[in-house]
């Protein structure tokens, strides 16, 4: 498996994927990073977005709502406050969200408000972004 890395993400809820990949792709707080195998140790913060991985030819796509990222030369583990696969994404659901956390931006009256409305778009967005891709 030296040509591969062990990827696992976790929620507090359930393993939502434990494989071999060829390379990962993760939203880090400070900017997407790569990761292929033998890469150097790090810890970090990861933001609302979308961990893209490949495995031979075939591109996967996973939603996730914030969390951390641990690398090793050959692991990848990643713990996600949230994570949904494109097949578990209802789509009417999620543009339902989507409209309402514009509707909450626009109406905001205060800091926190805005910030809350901003989260729950973001979450919205990285969602509707992975289920189109399936």
């Given at each position: 498996m ?8 976790v ?19 400070e ?7 033998g ?30 990222a ?5 692991h ?34 205060d800091?926190?408000?805005?910030a ?19």
């Open positions: 030296a040509d591969k890395i062990l990827l696992e993400i929620t507090p809820e359930k393993k939502v994927l434990g494989e071999p990949v060829d390379i990962v792709v993760a939203p880090g707080e900017g997407e990073f790569g990761v292929l195998p890469h150097i140790p790090f810890l970090c913060k990861l933001k609302i977005g979308e961990v893209r991985f490949r495995i031979g030819s075939t591109s996967r796509h996973i939603a996730v709502m914030g969390g951390y641990e690398v090793l030369p050959d990848v583990t990643i713990l996600a406050t949230a994570a949904e696969e494109a097949t578990e994404i209802d789509v009417v659901r999620a543009k339902a969200a989507r409209e309402r956390a514009e509707r909450r931006l626009a109406e905001a009256k800091k926190m408000e805005f809350r409305a901003q989260a729950a778009l973001q979450r919205a967005i990285a969602r509707l972004r992975v289920a189109e891709r399936q």
